[in-house]
């Protein structure tokens, strides 16, 4: 590598790394163990992977030449490898690796499986697509490397994020106990009910500090670079269905929640039952839909699911905005925010079963307790109140889980 490229690398590194900002972070950043030697940071387009791997940078403090963010779509990979980049920035005095878009490099598993084998005294933080399942590559990186998901941005974090109020978040067992206390004092700080329809249509992603009247058209954008250009890294997928795909997911966001005749499907868009079974599990593997299935059962590749719902309310705005269900949008946010940490699950009575053990009906204002009176450990997830009573808990406050 000679010096002219090593200085470009090195510069770019440092302006990023300058000219991010420190004021909010997600979550995950300060969850990771980043004296682990290899950590993984997986995550859907857009949900702020590039911006964690700068923050972390920042915020160490590293010494000069220390540490370096570099992106493997840079045209230099196409001809270099990785590892010798690595190798020879190590006898430059580089200690700390934050590598971005790893699933752009071909072979990228094996030769981080080869620097974290034979170079030890590094450490190496890589980002990826959510499509990218690092334990199944062709080098094994099941013992070596930490996995991390970063999700899209809670209804807490964009409170935090957009009207720079902190909240700590709230675990479920917490908030069903005490849902009452917890909602009665959110309110005396911010009313949620006032932020949560915005957030529902342009706050799971965080780029909407940066144009707010553009996040639609950046949000589409974000979905068609997912379908044309990330799916291609799944194995086995064909990029020529790009344009059946883009079909099958207006589909979907025009009639969420979803359940799939895929008979009908597959006559209107004129693709076998497989390959639409096949097409759901690409798109979740992209974090755009998510698939429920009833509570107990496993699930295979070829397993029509029970329903399918958009990965975040957001997304019906972007892919089908003449569409836009506000039982959907509900499904949706309830859905996102609390399969993160927990197993969510069809109910035969009821809506969801979180856990095998909590179950939760979810609805607007004048949804009753017909449907769950009877189930033990049940509850309504109502949008359009402010405060919770009884078992009745006001659907943002799902929000607040991570």
């Known amino acids: ?27 995950l950043l ?40 570099v992106t493997l779509d840079d045209y230099y990979f196409s001809e270099h490898r990785l590892y010798h980049f690595i190798e020879e920035a190590r006898t430059l005095g580089v200690t700390h690796f934050f590598l971005d878009e790893v699933h752009k490099y071909p072979g990228w598993a094996r030769e981080i499986k080869n620097v974290y084998d034979a170079i030890q005294d590094v450490k190496v933080t890589f980002t990826g697509s959510s499509i990218i399942e690092i334990l199944k590559q062709e080098a094994d990186l099941s013992r070596r490397a ?22 700590d978040s709230v675990n479920l067992v917490d908030l069903l106990e005490n849902a009452q206390d917890i909602s009665s004092d959110f309110s005396k700080t911010i009313k949620p009910l006032v932020h949560f329809k915005t957030y529902l249509e342009t706050g799971a992603y ?9 996040y639609g058209r950046r949000l589409q954008r974000t979905v068609q670079l997912v379908i044309d250009s990330d799916l291609q890294f799944i194995q086995g997928y064909n990029p020529q269905n790009a344009k059946k795909i883009h079909q099958l997911l207006y589909i979907l966001a025009a009639n969420v929640p979803f359940k799939p005749n895929i008979a009908s499907l597959s006559k209107k868009i004129g693709i076998t039952r497989n390959t639409i079974i096949q097409y759901f599990h690409y798109l979740e593997k992209a974090e755009i839909i998510q698939m429920i299935y009833p509570s107990g059962i496993s699930t295979s590749i070829l397993q029509k699911p029970e329903k399918i719902l958009l990965q975040n309310p957001n997304l019906a705005y972007a892919i089908a905005p003449d569409a836009v269900n506000s039982g959907s949008l509900r499904e ?71």
């Not at 002219?4 to 440092?14: C, E, H, L, N, Q």
């Not at 965080?206 to 144009?211: G, V």
């Not at 607007?364 to 949008?383: C, E, M, T, V």
């Open 1 to 27: 590598m000679n010096k002219a490229i090593w200085d470009r690398f090195r510069t770019t590194s440092s302006i990023l790394v300058e000219n991010t900002s420190v004021v909010f972070t997600r979550f």
């Open 146 to 167: 930490i996995e991390y998901q970063l999700p899209e941005l809670s209804f807490r974090e964009y409170l935090s994020f957009n009207r720079d109020v902190r909240f």
């Open 332 to 402: 949706s946010f309830f859905v996102s925010q609390v399969s993160v940490d927990h197993e969510v699950a069809l109910h035969r009575q009821a809506d969801f079963i979180v856990d095998g053990k909590y179950t939760f009906e979810v609805g607007g204002l004048s949804k009753q307790q017909g449907q769950i009176r009877d189930i033990p450990n049940a509850y309504l997830a109502l949008d359009d109140i402010e405060k919770s009573v009884n078992n009745t808990i006001p659907l943002w406050m799902f929000g607040l889980l991570y």
């Open 206 to 214: 965080p780029f909407f500090i940066e144009n707010a009247e553009m």
């Open 30 to 69: 300060n969850e990771i163990d980043w004296n682990w030697r290899l950590n993984a940071i997986l995550g859907a387009r857009g949900v702020g992977k590039t911006t964690l791997l700068l923050q972390r940078m920042k915020q160490s403090h590293f010494k000069s030449g220390e540490a370096i963010y």
